[in-house]
């Protein structure tokens, strides 16, 4: 298993009110999802500046959890509602709520299904038009399983999730359930932001640079980075 480390290319603002459950960018626009019940939102933010330029208020009694984009069309997932909001990318207006059974933490498109994860070592793959369930992936490293897998994203055949309140990402094969690399992500927090900055929770790709965007629940940044071998 490969051990790597983010090297960091640039630094944005980032809202610290922001409890984020979700990351996306699409076409030089960044996407995010924020959770706690009365605060969630779907969010189009402005990379350079971190300001909101749409945003979407969830119902008080839906915690907002994982984003991720099909065709036009963006999927919310909620941590105990046991539904996924759909919406207009263009609009953020909501089109519709899908069912699913479990709990909805990270959400990512592998370009067929959705891919969902709900805080243990196991993925969920949905159709992506109905949600219906189609088969689940048991992840381990070194043949143990891994729990506490949160936000998710797809890039070229792999899977990459967050690990819960341990500030790392772990990168996966989607066939085998493998946790082919380790990226150790602790450099990026910082001793200043004080208790108040939460879990790393946010992974997207930017394709156009092969960067990846991280961020966490409340952080006051968002750091765009390559994976680097430790050394």
């Given at each position: 298993?490969?051990?790597l480390v983010p090297?960091?290319?640039?630094e944005y603002?980032?809202?610290p ?10 076409d030089g626009?960044l996407?995010?999802s924020?959770g706690?019940?009365?605060a969630?939102?779907?969010r189009?933010?402005d990379?350079e ?7 979407h208020d ?6 907002g959890e994982?984003l991720e984009?099909?065709?036009d ?8 509602g ?6 207009a ?9 899908l069912p699913?059974t ?9 370009q067929?299904?959705l891919?969902?994860s ?5 993925l ?21 399983p891994?729990?506490y897998l ?5 890039i070229d ?8 309140e341990?500030?790392s ?10 946790v082919t690399?380790?990226?150790d ?16 929770n ?5 394709p156009?640079?092969g960067?990846f ?6 952080w006051p940044?968002?750091?765009?980075v390559?994976f680097?071998?430790?050394?």
């Amino acid at each position: 298993m490969a051990e790597l480390v983010p090297r960091v290319v640039a630094e944005y603002p980032h809202d610290p009110a922001a409890f984020t459950q979700g990351l996306l960018w699409h076409d030089g626009r960044l996407y995010e999802s924020t959770g706690q019940y009365g605060a969630s939102s779907l969010r189009r933010v402005d990379l350079e500046t971190g300001t909101v330029e749409l945003r979407h208020d969830l119902p008080e009694n839906l915690f907002g959890e994982g984003l991720e984009r099909v065709g036009d069309r963006l999927v919310q997932l909620t941590w105990h509602g046991q539904v996924a909001r759909v919406y207009a990318l263009d609009s953020l207006e909501l089109i519709e709520e899908l069912p699913y059974t479990g709990e909805g933490w990270g959400l990512c498109f592998d370009q067929v299904d959705l891919v969902r994860s709900d805080g243990t070592a196991s993925l969920t793959f949905h159709d992506a038009g109905s949600l219906a369930p189609l088969k689940s992936l048991q992840v381990a490293v070194a043949g143990m399983p891994l729990p506490y897998l949160n936000e998710l994203e797809c890039i070229d055949g792999l899977i990459y999730a967050n690990v819960l309140e341990v500030d790392s990402i772990v990168e996966i094969d989607p066939t085998s359930g493998r946790v082919t690399a380790r990226i150790d992500a602790s450099s990026l927090r910082s001793a200043e932001w004080g208790s108040a900055a939460g879990a790393l929770n946010g992974i997207a790709y930017r394709p156009e640079t092969g960067t990846f965007l991280i961020t966490g629940k409340n952080w006051p940044k968002l750091f765009e980075v390559v994976f680097v071998p430790r050394g």
